[in-house]
């Protein structure tokens, strides 16, 4: 905050709850797992129902990466099918969940590591809407994204998340969406349920490291070994990760669901905060 005013305005603006919100990071993997019946999308519609009611959700997702840091602040976000080769019923799915300007204004001037754009051209990407509309389906919750500056480096991105977690404490449901492994040029369409023992031995390495509270060694995954450099050879997907390790309080549970590699090449593994 600027000023003191700023910070008493933001904390009269959302009711202040003794319980935080719980946080997440959802491996989203497809497309698909948008308007799939399975096992990942049946668990997301679960955990709608296991965590508090939020006030409003904001989600960092892989797929919207941008010089700076944004986010999204219209009064009605568009549904973006950021993809191809899909079937139609993909592309005709619309989100109508509205957004919250005023909560995007605050949680700009809650941040003081950088300045953040109001966005108002785009709105919510796959990353969001395929996992937020399982969870909440009737779309009557607010909803927004935060961008992922591609330009800095892992810290910046997890200690700008560390600004962001007096959210929680407000009822705001903060969501890194991505996969912590996640090599696309790798995939196996032969093996739908398992992974290349590269991919196992990473999806392992990352929970170790997570119930450990080691962030810096998640921070500096470029020192994890030839495993990690499969697993990560970009870092979008991974950074969301960052994100929500970067909200957690000393005092969090830690659980892991949908732990399971697939695809060969990919890790849905996902975490929650409590």
Do not use: C
Request: glycine share 6%; proline share 6%.
């Amino acid at each position: 905050m600027n000023t003191l005013k700023d910070l008493k305005n933001f904390g009269d603006s959302l009711s202040t709850q003794s319980r935080k919100t719980p946080a997440l990071f959802i491996g989203h993997g497809s497309p698909m797992n948008g308007i799939e019946d399975n096992v990942f999308s049946q668990r997301w519609a679960a955990m709608g129902k296991e965590i508090p009611l939020p006030t409003a959700v904001l989600v960092i997702s892989a797929h919207w990466l941008t010089n700076g840091t944004a986010i999204t602040a219209m009064q009605q976000p568009q549904t973006i099918h950021d993809f191809g080769g899909f079937p139609q019923a993909l592309f005709d799915v619309q989100y109508p969940a509205p957004g919250h300007p005023e909560l995007a204004r605050q949680t700009a001037q809650l941040i003081q590591k950088t300045k953040v754009h109001l966005d108002h051209d785009w709105g919510l990407d796959h990353g969001t809407w395929s996992v937020v509309k399982n969870m909440y389906p009737d779309a009557n919750i607010p909803v927004l994204q935060l961008s992922i500056d591609i330009r800095q480096k892992p810290q910046y991105h997890y200690e700008l998340a560390a600004e962001l977690a007096a959210l929680r404490t407000k009822g705001v449901l903060i969501i890194g969406s991505g996969n912590m492994v996640h090599n696309l040029r790798a995939i196996d369409w032969n093996n739908p349920d398992g992974g290349f023992a590269w991919a196992d031995e990473m999806n392992e390495k990352f929970k170790t490291l997570i119930t450990a509270n080691d962030h810096q060694a998640l921070i500096q995954f470029q020192n994890l070994g030839p495993a990690a450099a499969l697993s990560i050879p970009t870092p979008e997907h991974y950074l969301p990760l960052l994100y929500t390790l970067g909200v957690k309080d000393k005092n969090d549970s830690l659980s892991f669901f949908n732990d399971k590699t697939i695809m060969g090449s990919l890790s849905m593994t996902s975490v929650r905060l409590d």
